[in-house]
């Protein structure tokens, strides 16, 4: 059965950095990402990364986030530097299986940036 499970979210102010992590399980994943949705507004894309390592970002986040994998340990991760009020929303990780192309979700995890 595959798992993602997003940590490291939490409240930080404008300007600061958080680290983001999606540890995923039970399958061998092609495309993973990190969305995020605030608060009447619909879900974007923030940042993908391809299994070879590939990334592709929002421009609202370019030059800000990074995204990195781990294939060997089956995690993600989204380094949030600079960042800003507008980045409040809850970030969720996705990830697309080889076998089946299917596409799976985690559970959130809450980004709050003061100003």
């Not at 993602?4 to 958080?18: I, K, P």
């Not at 929002?58 to 995204?67: E, I, N, P, Q």
């Amino acid at each position: 059965q595959v798992h993602l499970v997003e940590s490291g979210g939490g409240l930080v102010q404008a300007g600061g950095s958080l680290r983001l992590s999606c540890a995923a399980s039970g399958a061998i994943f092609n495309t993973m990402g990190w969305y995020r949705q605030a608060p009447g507004k619909q879900r974007e894309l923030v940042a993908a990364i391809t299994s070879g390592g590939t990334p592709n970002y929002a421009d609202s986040v370019k030059g800000r986030f990074t995204v990195s994998r781990d294939n060997v340990k089956r995690m993600m991760y989204l380094q949030m530097n600079s960042l800003k009020p507008e980045d409040t929303a809850v970030y969720y990780c996705n990830a697309k299986t080889y076998a089946t192309s299917l596409m799976y979700w985690g559970q959130g995890t809450q980004v709050t940036v003061s100003s």
